[in-house]
C-alpha cells in the first residue's frame, strides 16, 4: 500500500501544508503524476451543493432513503417537512402536510416508508413512499413527538415523545407491550447497526437508557453524558456510541464492549443536538448552538477537520448520505439546509494528495510518493 509522502527541499511556502488537499499540477509535476495512479486521493469537506430550494425557516433534521435517491427534511414552514430528489435536488410534489412542527425523520430500511415525529396530534405520521400517501391507522402517540427509528431488520418502529417511548410492529403498527419505558421526556431514539441495542436519549439528568433487544431489558452500568441528551448515533461497526447532549460534555462518545468513555473527544463550544457517524465510519458529525455550527470529527484520532463549509444558524440535525458523498446539515438560517460534499473531485489544473502519514528526514529534490512494506 502507498506508505508515505516525503519532502525535504521545498522551502516553507512551498511545502504541502496538510494532507488530503489539491495542489498545483504545475508546481509539482513528479508528485501529481504518481497521486494520479492513486485512488481515493479526494479532499473532504470542501464545498457544499448549490442549486437547494429554501422553503423552511428552521429545519429540525433530516434523512436519506436507503438508496440515497431521497432526502427528506423536517421543519417549522405550514407543511412541515419536504422530500428533496438528490439526482437534482428538486422538490417532490404531493407530500402530504404535517399536523405540526416536524421534529424527528426517518425511512424505514426497504425504503417502503417514511416516518415523522411532529407537534400536533396525532405526532406520528408514518407515509408510503411509492405515492406519497399517509399510512392509515398508526396509533397516536400519547406526547409530542420527537424522534423516529426503524429497527435494522424493518420489523419495529421507535418513537420518542414527551411521555417516553412508544414501540411500533410495522406488520400491523400495533404498540409493542412490556417494555422497559424509560420515564420522563424523550428527545431521540436510534437502534444500533446490527439490531441489538435501542438508545433513548432524554430530558434530565439520567439521560440515556439502552435496551437490550435480545430480551427487552434495560442495559445497566451505563455511565453519565451530559444532562438533556438530544440525539445519538451508533458508529458502523457498533463499537462506538456518540450522544450530543445539550450541557457540558456536549459530546460523549462510549465504547460499546464496556459502556466506557472515550477519552480525548474535542470539546463542543456549545449545546449540541444531533450527532451521525459517517457510513464508512472516519467521520462523526456533530451539530451545535453557536458558530461554526457544525463540527466534523475524524474517529481515528478523534481530531477536528478544519476548513469545512460555514452553516447559517444553528444545526439541530445532521446526516451522511449512505454512498458517503454528501453531509447534511438542518439548521435554523437560509437556506436552512445545507449539503456538504463528503468528497470531490480537484480542480482543473490540480491533483490531490492522498491522506497518509508524513515521513520526514529524507533528502530528495522534490516530494515523491514511496512503497511501504506490507
Request: proline letters at 7%.
Amino acid at each position: 500500500m502507498i506508505g508515505d509522502i516525503i519532502y525535504n527541499d521545498l522551502n516553507d511556502e512551498k511545502r504541502l501544508p496538510c494532507l488530503g488537499n489539491a495542489y498545483p499540477i504545475a508546481e509539482y509535476p513528479e508528485l501529481a503524476a504518481i497521486c494520479e495512479r492513486v485512488p481515493g486521493t479526494n479532499i473532504d469537506f470542501q464545498s457544499t451543493v448549490s442549486g437547494i430550494s429554501t422553503i423552511a425557516t428552521v429545519s429540525y433534521g433530516s434523512a436519506f432513503s436507503p438508496d440515497g435517491q431521497y432526502l427528506a427534511v423536517v421543519h417549522s414552514n405550514s407543511s412541515y417537512f419536504f422530500v428533496l430528489r438528490t439526482s437534482d435536488w428538486s422538490i417532490v410534489s404531493g407530500t402530504p402536510t404535517l399536523a405540526g412542527v416536524g421534529y424527528g425523520v426517518c425511512f424505514s430500511p426497504d425504503g417502503k416508508y417514511l416516518a415523522l415525529a411532529h407537534s400536533s396530534s396525532p405526532y406520528l405520521t408514518v407515509v408510503h413512499t411509492s405515492d406519497w400517501t399517509v399510512v392509515p391507522d398508526t396509533p397516536a402517540l400519547p406526547g409530542l413527538g420527537r424522534g423516529v427509528a426503524f429497527s435494522p431488520d424493518g420489523q419495529y418502529l421507535a418513537t420518542a415523545h414527551y411521555s417516553g417511548l412508544t414501540l411500533l410492529r410495522v406488520s400491523n403498527w400495533s404498540v409493542v407491550s412490556g417494555l422497559p419505558v424509560p420515564s420522563g421526556i424523550a428527545f431521540g431514539v436510534s437502534f444500533s447497526n446490527q439490531g441489538r441495542y435501542l438508545c433513548i436519549t432524554k430530558l434530565g439528568t439520567a439521560n440515556i437508557s439502552i435496551i437490550d433487544t435480545s430480551g427487552w431489558v434495560e442495559v445497566s452500568g451505563l455511565p453519565t453524558v451530559g444532562n438533556n441528551a438530544d440525539q445519538a448515533s451508533f458508529s458502523p461497526k457498533d463499537d462506538y456510541l456518540a450522544v450530543a447532549s445539550q450541557s457540558s460534555p456536549y459530546l460523549t462518545v462510549i465504547r460499546t464492549s464496556d459502556w466506557s468513555v472515550v477519552s480525548g473527544t474535542p470539546s463542543l463550544p456549545s449545546n449540541a443536538f444531533a450527532c451521525d457517524f459517517s457510513p464508512n465510519g472516519e467521520y462523526l458529525a456533530v451539530g451545535h448552538y453557536v458558530t461554526p455550527y457544525l463540527t466534523v470529527i475524524r474517529t481515528s484520532d478523534w481530531s477536528v477537520v478544519n476548513n469545512i463549509p460555514s452553516i447559517q444558524g444553528v444545526a439541530r440535525g445532521v446526516s451522511f448520505s449512505p454512498n458517503n458523498q454528501y453531509l447534511i446539515a438542518a439548521h435554523g438560517s437560509s437556506p436552512c439546509v445545507t449539503a456538504i460534499n463528503v468528497t470531490q473531485d480537484a480542480p482543473t489544473g490540480y491533483f490531490h494528495v492522498p491522506k497518509i502519514p508524513m515521513q520526514k528526514g529524507i533528502n530528495i529534490d522534490y516530494p515523491v510518493l514511496i512503497q511501504a512494506e506490507e
